[in-house]
């Protein structure tokens, strides 16, 4: 089936957790193997794609807080293609 990965590194190679999404209507945990790592984030949309609701999760959840601190001293940009999700 299908899963989208949301994804982000900066400049400087380092990468945030990824955000997986499956199709599906509730997270089935047996879908993730128990090797992965506990950073990483689950969801779930009627396709596997990814959604205005899930693209807000990652940036609220994902993005915000993890470059918070590297933006006190610096600015941050966000570079996104231009899937609906991501304005």
Not at 66 to 82: F, K, M, P, S
């Amino acid at each position: 089936e299908w899963v989208t990965d949301i994804e982000c590194i900066n400049a400087a190679g380092k990468a945030l957790p990824p955000l997986l999404i499956f199709k599906g209507q509730n997270l089935n945990s047996g879908w993730i193997p128990p090797e992965m790592p506990d950073d990483w984030h689950y969801g779930v949309s009627e396709n596997g794609w990814t959604s205005n609701t899930l693209g807000l999760h990652w940036l609220v959840r994902i993005f915000e807080p993890l470059t918070r601190r590297e933006g006190v001293r610096h600015r941050r940009l966000l570079i996104a293609d231009g899937h609906g999700s991501h304005i």
